[in-house]
């Protein structure tokens, strides 16, 4: 069954500071993969997104994504937090066959000043 | 270009009601995805529409309906409400079929069932 682990519920990081957090994935076939943000009250903001290819991927607000098929892993990185980045983040797969994405529980971020 | 808009932003409801939620896509998309999230299950799929069709449910019971009109936009109706209804549900565009084409998501509507 396709699944999405997210093992870190809550991070905090000091402002400045480097971030990764961690998403694994099961999928039978070459997986589509998103990272998507939460800031309270607010919908879903599409950060990045990998389909094929360059397995390393920039997306906005200076967040990357490298993807690693031998570790079924999906971790998003950024070298330099800002206060602002504080929020839940969502690590996804997309399914082929029926077009949903199937989400990780969420890790939310706290930005110590 | 406009986001993608959702209706009402928050509802509260009783047990028993029904309740219809509304969802006007990105101009020129049209698929249009249901989502719902709570803080016990995250983020659940509940359909999908394209052009007017059902292309695809989650696993949600009947009382869970949906439809998708001729200009894309989309409603959600819950039926029967029950306490375990109350969620934040989200709706998302795209142009064709997600996930090859990437869905924006709306701000989502806020129900909440006393």
């Known amino acids: 069954a396709q699944s999405v682990t997210q093992p870190d519920i809550h991070i905090t990081v000091s402002e400045g500071a480097s971030l990764e957090l961690r998403c694994n994935y099961s999928?039978?076939?070459?997986?589509?993969l998103f990272w998507y943000v939460q800031s309270p009250g607010q919908g879903l903001q599409l950060l990045l997104k990998?389909?094929?290819?360059?397995?390393l991927v920039q997306g906005i607000k200076g967040f990357e994504a490298e993807f690693k098929r031998s570790q079924s892993s999906f971790n998003l990185r950024k070298p330099s937090v800002h206060w602002s980045d504080a929020a839940e983040y969502f690590c996804?797969?997309?399914?082929?066959?029926?077009?949903?994405?199937?989400f990780g529980q969420g890790t939310t971020l706290q930005v110590k000043p | 270009k406009a986001g993608v808009t959702q209706t009402p932003r928050y509802l509260i409801k009783t047990r028993g009601q029904q309740v219809t939620l509304s969802c006007s896509p990105i101009?020129?998309?049209?698929?249009v995805s249901w989502y719902q999230q709570t803080p016990g299950q995250g983020l659940q799929f509940l359909f999908e529409?394209?052009?007017?069709?059902?292309?695809n449910k989650g696993n949600f019971p009947g009382r869970f309906s949906g439809r998708q009109f001729s200009n894309s936009r989309s409603e959600m109706n819950v039926s029967t409400l029950e306490l375990g209804d109350s969620a934040l549900y989200l709706c998302?565009?795209?142009?064709?079929?997600?996930?090859?084409?990437?869905?924006?998501f709306g701000p989502g509507t806020r129900l909440t069932v006393l």
């Open positions: 990998y389909f094929s290819g360059d397995t």
């Open positions: 101009s020129g998309h049209r698929s």
């Open positions: 529409y394209f052009s007017e069709t059902q292309r």
């Open positions: 996804a797969v997309g399914s082929s066959n029926t077009g949903k994405l199937i």
């Open positions: 998302a565009s795209s142009v064709t079929m997600p996930p090859t084409d990437t869905q924006y």
């Open positions: 999928y039978g076939a070459t997986p589509y």
